[in-house]
């Protein structure tokens, strides 16, 4: 997270979907999760969340609160802890070995695979 309160709302993570509730797109962004927008096109829905972001990045800098750091500016180590229970991690290590890769090797390839 971060105090700066200047940051393009385009540098957020957006998705736009198809909602068969709403029969309309709807925006998301990863980073304010609480927010969306609807719209008849994939592109005004885009629009109206980027525009709705930036609003609610002035009254957060406004307010002196936190501005969440765009996913896309943050630093990636390429490394993170994960506590699986042990049956799973046998099992893994099981099927790793029978494809002669290291866990780690095979667990990356199974996470690119499932990505």
């Known amino acids: 997270m971060s105090q700066t309160p200047t940051v393009d709302a385009s540098l957020y993570t957006y998705r736009v979907t198809w909602s068969v509730e709403d029969h309309e ?3 998301s962004c ?3 999760p609480s ?3 609807l719209a008849d096109s994939q592109l005004a ?3 109206g969340l980027v525009d ?3 609003e609610t990045v002035s009254d957060l800098a406004a307010e002196g ?3 969440p750091e765009p996913l896309a500016k ?3 180590s390429g490394k993170f802890n994960l506590r699986v229970g042990e049956g799973l991690h046998r099992r893994l290590a099981i099927q790793a070995a029978e494809e002669h890769l290291s866990l780690n090797q095979y667990l ?3 996470l690119s695979e499932a990505s």
């Open 52 to 54: 709705l972001v930036a």
């Open 45 to 47: 829905a885009l629009q």
């Open 74 to 76: 943050r630093n990636y």
């Open 25 to 27: 797109f709807v925006a």
């Open 65 to 67: 609160e936190v501005i």
């Open 35 to 37: 927010l969306s927008w």
């Open 108 to 110: 990356v390839r199974r």
């Open 30 to 32: 990863a980073e304010f």
